[in-house]
């Protein structure tokens, strides 16, 4: 039985298409915002069509609290992972490496060093199973078993191959090298694959890049000069890597790099895996085994760096914060889950905001027969239309071409006139771009102003909010905060009033991003390729930003979207919202805005 006992609008339906979409091996992308119920009816597809077996992928943490309860209500048998690390009880929130980490817990697991473990081998999935349906809470579950003395990780992970709902975050799949470790390529043929969020693969490559410092590299010599002194070619290689990045012209975009330059100059991986295990061999004797799961080998991420050289990655260079790195990612973002869509027996994609359909196909090249549903054109508004004002204003725009201080001026005034005119609550402003942000921001006052950083916290923005009347939330587009950002009121009703979009966000053009045109091109044609990678990018981010306002049935909100191309037809249809006033001049927009904030926001 459906676990609620009234359906909302289309849940049953939907479940119905999950489990035809099961039993016919196809892919199925479900677009549904905030408030219909997406989790209960996916999973109630999954029971209905006889709860096969079904990897259940959230983007982080947090994600794995609603699909283990609604598993459990509806009588289907879950377990969940999230990062070992985090789970790890000796660690204790450490911020070594990933990588070494999975090392440092192979060590303390072989010679039996670490008592958590030494203890879980002991403990019966049944007794974990009684953790899971008594807590019903990822972190409450975590916790309990950590303070029983037994490992977290290995206890859930017993009950891997006993469940039919394994509620997992992306990289335990989506992750080649992580998922070589869990699954076989024929196992996953065994498995239903849904992805929560499935937005987010349009940035999946950000999963799998290997990332090194100018600091790692420096931090990486001294390491080898003091565990494997005897490794002169190596040190000699890396000050050869240091001169390079100190003489590149970079800035904040990614810029290519020769590969077969960084081949000859770093060499093969072998070699420096080989090196890892050598410095680890050394830190161990000296740290001692009671401090192993703490040791950190930092030639480690330029092991993985080579690796990538030889493999289907590109390298970049660029610099952030006054300080460079090299980075190397897929081109061809299809290498990564093809893999799994191809196995997989059926795929289920659902969010609030997926791109054009054939973009799973052409993109992430999908070869399974796709079913798309948008919700709301099928069943209706989840949340009443009248709730929401869209006004568009088309004398300013961010196009690179245009771009002035007369412009940066012009969205200035914007963003200030209506934050003056707001009464109470927050106007979430988002730009395409940090730069774009700082550039504007130049001209504003900022009294009661909150500006997303790259190290920005979600709950840093909740505490900024709180106790204020009103504030001014200022983020970039395709951020942390407009991907996961909610602030409501003790009645769970949305603070969020006004989403000012100050330019279409497409991506910053960059080395990557031209590569990555080129390599689809290929495929599909320029066009074909230059909607997936501008249009489709564009639309999710902006369809995310504005998602972040209406949360519930009560809540009203005013979107603007400041920019000319946002008239293009290709984004309004897929934006979806009928447009209830375009403005062409900074008198209009005065007058609207005046006016809806007084009369329409109460």
Known sequence: MFPYSKPRTGQISVAEKVANTISSGGCLCIEAPTGFGKTVAVLYGVKLAGSPNTLYLVRTRNELVQPLIESLKIGLKPVFLYSKKAMCPLLRGGSIDIHDFWENCRILRKTKMC?????????????????????????????????????????????????????????YVLNPSIREAFFSEEEIS?????????????????????????????????????????????IDRLYHLLDFIDKASVDKRLRHVDKDFLRNLLGTPDTWFDLVDDIRIHKVKEYGYRDVVSIRVYCLPIAYLVWSLYSRYEPFIYQQNDL???????????????????????????????????????????DKPIEYIDVEDVYGPVFPIENRVLVIATYVSSKYSVRSRHIYKLYADMIQYTFNHLDHGIMLTVYPSYDFMKCILEYMDLDKVFIEERSTRINDVIDYCTNRKKCLVNAVAGGKLCEGIEIVDKKGRSLIKVVFIAGVPYPQPDDYVELSLKQLSLKIGRDGAWKHLYIDTAVTRTKQAIGRAVRGPSDQAVYILADNRFMDPRILKRIGLRINKIVRSRAEYMRVVKVLLREFLV
Do not use: M, W
Request: charge should be positive; charged fraction near 25%; aromatic fraction near 12%.
């Open 324 to 366: 460079r790195y090299i980075v190397s990612k897929p081109i061809d973002q299809s290498i990564i889950v093809k893999p799994v869509f191809d196995k997989a027996s059926s795929i289920i994609l659902f969010s609030g905001t997926l791109p054009d359909p054939s973009y799973y196909s052409d993109v992430l090249g999908i």
């Open 190 to 234: 065994n498995y239903v694959v849904a992805v929560d969020e499935a937005h987010s693969l349009l940035s999946i490559a950000d999963i799998v890049e290997q990332r090194v410092s100018r600091i790692r590299i420096e931090r990486s010599i001294n390491e080898i000069r003091k565990y494997s002194p005897q490794s002169t070619l190596l």
């Open 115 to 171: 008592p958590y473990y030494v203890n879980t081998e002991e403990l019966d999935v049944e007794s974990v199973y009684k953790f899971i349906e008594r807590l019903q809470n990822p972190f409450k579950i975590v916790r309990e078993l950590s303070k029983r003395g037994y490992c977290p990780f290995y206890s859930l992970k017993k009950l891997l191959p006993l469940s039919n709902i394994i509620i997992l975050t992306y990289p």
